[in-house]
């Protein structure tokens, strides 16, 4: 792959190794070096890349050589003195310079190209960033399967606890065979559900693999032991974000080069209308045939001007459709000004809504932990029973669970608020892994 235009070349190289576990930022890096969709838009932009210079070529001088020979067979009744053997050839070589002087249509088509090369670099750019949010997205879906498994995990272990419990009641006339049932029944369910989260961690994994192009076997988890201070966005206004996607966002900036495409494109149509010049020049040696071979050289400058006449009404019709194309241009970049616009105020909402999101969990965590206490103790003296702490068990084992998946979104949606305004870069990935291992605070 090409220089990455962007920043998002990592400084050095980070080798795999599938027995450590890698964090945010070495999984980035080899998504920076195998990402398949990363390529495929880099490829785009070297090709669309050619459009200015080939355009730039209709418009320099061409120039161009020429030598052809003729054999010649003569008669009998031509002097031998005059044909060797005979026959003789004639020659002629020459040298053509063309240069165009006035086409409009070579104008058109190199603004044309100017906004074709500027919409493939910010269709990169935003390939880009995308690739920055994917990378994310699936790390922190792999650690949210990891918290899925250790949840039902812990409720295997606790129904496996319940159903050891109530064999021995019922060994001892306590209770009855169907509570035993019963008891088997959630097990078993808590089983199933524990193998069907493993074969979604093994899934989530082979998801990041198809970014990555390696097998990744473990990645660095983001305990909620840590802590992680929430930051509202800065600056913690709106309208100043949609502001500033309205500049910046990739996909804004790819539609208005397009926009601006289809608009050149009408200048060249319209050319159509309009004579153009052309200045040759030409020098030509002629070597004639016996007896005289004499080098004849020829020098020629020509002014060719070709003035269109009728064309049958295609110039019309191609500027019309041209000018449809423009409108249709137009309209694409209204819709993606308006998709950019409630992307980026779903985005600010979502940071704003992660951070009451991970307070209200962060206290269910609390609230949960507290009442399993006094429930173990309600079940000591006998006032509860070994289900009910079954349940505050599980109570909190899935409040631990969605509060980790809420700091997870967090993070997330900061890095796609940013991806909205348009002003994501890879510094950010390389913060939010610095957060996971608690160096720097969170901040959009």
């Excluded at 070096?33 to 210079?53: M, S």
């Excluded at 906004?115 to 994917?134: F, G, T």
């Excluded at 002629?286 to 005289?292: E, I």
């Excluded at 409108?327 to 909402?349: G, I, V, W």
Aim: glycine share 4%.
């Amino acid at each position: 792959m090409g220089p990455f235009r962007f920043g998002l070349f990592l400084t050095g190289v980070i080798w795999f190794n599938a027995l450590q576990a890698e964090n945010l930022t070495q999984v980035y890096t080899l998504a920076v070096q195998n990402d398949p969709t990363l390529q495929q838009a880099y490829a785009v932009l070297q090709a669309n890349r050619q459009q200015l210079p080939l355009a730039i070529a209709q418009m320099v001088p061409n120039l161009s050589a020429n030598y052809s020979t003729t054999a010649n067979r003569t008669s009998q009744d031509v002097p031998s003195i005059l044909v060797a053997n005979g026959g003789y050839n004639t020659q002629n070589y020459g040298i053509t310079l063309n240069q165009p002087i006035y086409h409009p249509e070579h104008w058109a088509q190199l603004e044309q190209s100017r906004h074709v090369v500027k919409a493939a670099e910010a269709s990169y750019l935003s390939a880009a960033q995308n690739l920055i949010v994917r990378v994310t997205d699936q790390y922190f879906k792999i650690l949210g399967s990891i918290d899925d498994l250790d949840f039902a995990r812990g409720q295997t272990k606790a129904f496996s606890r319940e159903y050891e419990q109530a064999k021995q009641r019922f060994d001892v006339g306590l209770i009855a065979i169907t509570d035993v049932e019963s008891a088997k029944a959630q097990f078993d369910n808590a089983r199933a559900t524990e193998i069907s989260a493993e074969n979604t961690v093994a899934d989530q994994y082979e998801e990041l693999r198809k970014i990555v192009g390696q097998p990744i076997k473990q990645i660095e988890l983001f305990p909620v032991s840590k802590p992680l201070e929430l930051l509202p966005p800065s600056p913690n206004q709106q309208e100043v974000w949609v502001d500033t996607a309205h500049q910046y966002n990739l996909d804004v900036i790819t539609a208005k080069e397009n926009a601006g495409q289809f608009k050149a494109a009408i200048g060249t149509q319209v050319s159509g209308h309009f004579p153009k010049f052309d200045l040759q020049a030409n020098v030509q040696r002629v070597k004639s045939a016996p007896p005289f071979e004499d080098l004849v050289l020829n020098r020629s400058v020509t002014l060719n001007v070709t003035v269109p006449l009728f064309a049958g009404g295609s110039t019309i019709f191609s500027t019309r459709q041209a000018s449809a194309r423009y409108d249709e241009a137009m309209e694409k970049l209204e819709a993606q000004q308006r998709l950019t616009d409630a992307n980026t105020r779903e985005s600010f909402r979502g940071v704003l809504t992660a951070i009451s999101r991970v307070d209200a969990l962060a206290q269910a965590v609390i609230s949960n932990e507290s009442s399993l206490k006094s429930t173990k103790a309600a079940y000591e003296v006998g006032t509860r029973t070994i289900v009910d702490v079954l349940n505050s068990e599980s109570s909190l084992l899935g409040a631990k669970r969605d509060h980790a998946k809420s700091r997870y979104d967090y993070l997330l949606q900061g890095l796609k608020l940013k991806q909205a305004a348009g002003t994501l870069a890879s510094e950010d990935l390389y913060c939010v892994t610095d957060i996971m291992a608690g160096k720097v605070k969170a901040s959009s």
